[in-house]
């Protein structure tokens, strides 16, 4: 092996992390990723503290705690311009760096350390509507309208961005984005500088919506029993609360056909990423390759009467996790379940780690791998209107903290790792620790959340910080 492994970072658009098939049989089938975590380390208890695209892809990029990178949920505002980035960092030490598919950044163009990016970060509402055209932001689209024709738009499928109805991609497999990012993907291999070892983001859209999966993927889920959505004794609360933009089917036949839609679209990624396995073992490069998946959040695809991203439970903020080792490192490291409280922030210095790389100072990651690895707790958040919520957990127990309301919901992980029963009424006491300790972690926030050293319900929340964008938050 090199002195420095290949890397091979695949990262999902919003797949849960039972969406990983050996995590929880008989709902996504992914049988090539099962086999690759079975020879993996699988992180059961990952999470994106702050879980939409942008809070937790600035996590991701630069190791930070969302308080200190800036984004506490979805604000395209922003410009980007941190000064230390992963993919920078692997530059410096002399990586070939590339990215292919999603960034979700601003600018669209920004490079955030890597060498090149082919780009495709799905529909984007703010970027249409500012950029004159599609090359500015998106390589995707000029790609496929060499060959679908000029007025050929991804809006075609007729499926909103952020929808639940379901219609199957009407055009060939290998124009879909998920087809594009996996051959975008093995065309970089084959032309990389075969003199550096290299860093390869493999970042796709879906399962994020549209639910569009091609019909050959949609139909290995005809005739199969789908586990119903999970449904807690507390959820009431949640049932009237509507997602705003594009419809969500709640007629059951049209629920079960958008869960069914999802799993089709992972299974999709699951069949595609093994194209590119079978080159990189062609390339003869399989053995020598760090490989590690990850999402950077998930969807409560129904679960608790709800969809889409930005909620404290599992669904959506429990991610799937994990590295397979190159040979060399994999001694007693492989089908392996590691149990650390593992988040986003922690890719960073992980990679450095088992790339042999100086990490860098000021990090709040830690390396998933090292001796010296201590997490007690981890807090999350993001602003949702009505919902905006807080929570924190010690892998065990969670607490959530809805601020607009004050609601405040208690679950055992450990005996209810799906989140079916409130606790809150029944153990006051571990409410009031939690309670105590939310309220320790927000001490000091510009919003307001804590007065007279309590929880301050209707403070309004921030989806950004003054300082996102630049990593200043670590100088306060």
Known sequence: MKEHPNVVMIVVDQMRRDALGLNRPGFAHTPHLDQLARESVNFSRAYSACPTCIAARASLFTGLRHENHGFT???????WNYPVTLPGVLAEAGYHTQCVGKMHVEPARALMGFHNVVLHDGFLHDKRRKYRSA????DYLPDVRRELGPDFDIADTTTGCNGYAVRCWPWGDR?????????????????????KPFFLKVSYHRPHSPLDPPPSYFSMYDNRKMPEPYEGDWSDFMSNYVQPENPIPLEPY?????????????????YELNRLFIELGD?????????????????????????????????CAGIPLFFRLPRSMRQGRQGVTDTKLAELRDLFPTVCDLCGVDIPAGLDGQSLFSDSFRRDDLHGEHPNGELSNHWMTDGREKYCWFSQSGRELLFDLEQDPNELHDLAAEKPERVAF???????EL????????????????CAPRPSLPW????KGTER
């Open 175 to 195: 124009f879909h984005p998920t087809s594009w990012v996996t051959t975008k993907s093995i065309e970089f291999l084959r032309r990389r500088d075969p003199l």
């Open 73 to 79: 949920g979805y604000d395209s505002r922003p410009v």
């Open 254 to 270: 049209y629920i079960d056909r958008a869960r069914r839609a999802y799993c089709a679209l992972v299974t999709q990624i699951d």
């Open 135 to 138: 090359i500015e932001y998106d």
């Open 283 to 315: 390339l003869n490069l399989w053995e020598e390759t760090l490989i590690l998946l990850v999402s950077d959040h998930g969807d409560m695809l129904y679960d608790h009467h709800l969809v889409r991203k930005s909620m404290p439970l599992e669904g």
């Open 468 to 471: 996102a964008g630049t990593g």
């Open 434 to 440: 939690w309670r105590k300790r939310l309220a320790e």
């Open 443 to 458: 001490a000091g926030r510009p919003e307001g959340y804590v007065q007279n050293n309590a929880l301050c319900t209707g």
